[in-house]
């Protein structure tokens, strides 16, 4: 399992490289995304408790709010910011393909 370039010969298991990204240089979407982010980022703006649930609603005003906009949500007020949108249709995106897997 080893490719040839043109001087030297490729072998995965010495580079580290994962045999899915083999013929690929980037990674899949799903591959990038950091594991348990998203919550962090609620836990420190105050907005949820350690281990509750992710509110589906807080997810969709996020996703729907335009970057810069002030969201509220049960007394608190969230400014909305590009990676915090991203990790909410993340969130959003990753709940329907579960759903739609049962």
């Given at each position: 399992?080893?490719?040839?370039?043109?001087?030297?010969?490729?072998?995965?298991?010495?580079t580290g490289q994962k045999w899915y990204n083999m013929g690929r240089k980037k990674k899949m979407w799903i591959q990038k995304l950091k594991k348990?982010?998203?919550?962090?980022?609620?836990v420190r703006l105050g907005v949820?408790?350690?281990d509750?649930?992710?509110?589906v609603e807080?997810?969709?005003?996020?996703?729907?709010?335009?970057?810069?906009?002030?969201?509220?949500y049960k007394q608190h007020k969230i400014k909305v910011t590009e990676l915090l949108k991203r990790r909410a249709c993340t969130h959003l995106?990753?709940?329907?393909?579960?759903?739609?897997k049962k």
């Open positions: 399992m080893f490719l040839k370039t043109k001087r030297t010969v490729f072998f995965p298991k010495l348990g982010a998203y919550r962090e980022q609620l949820i408790k350690g509750d649930k992710i509110p807080l997810s969709r005003k996020i996703c729907n709010a335009e970057i810069g906009e002030t969201v509220s995106t990753l709940n329907r393909l579960r759903k739609k």
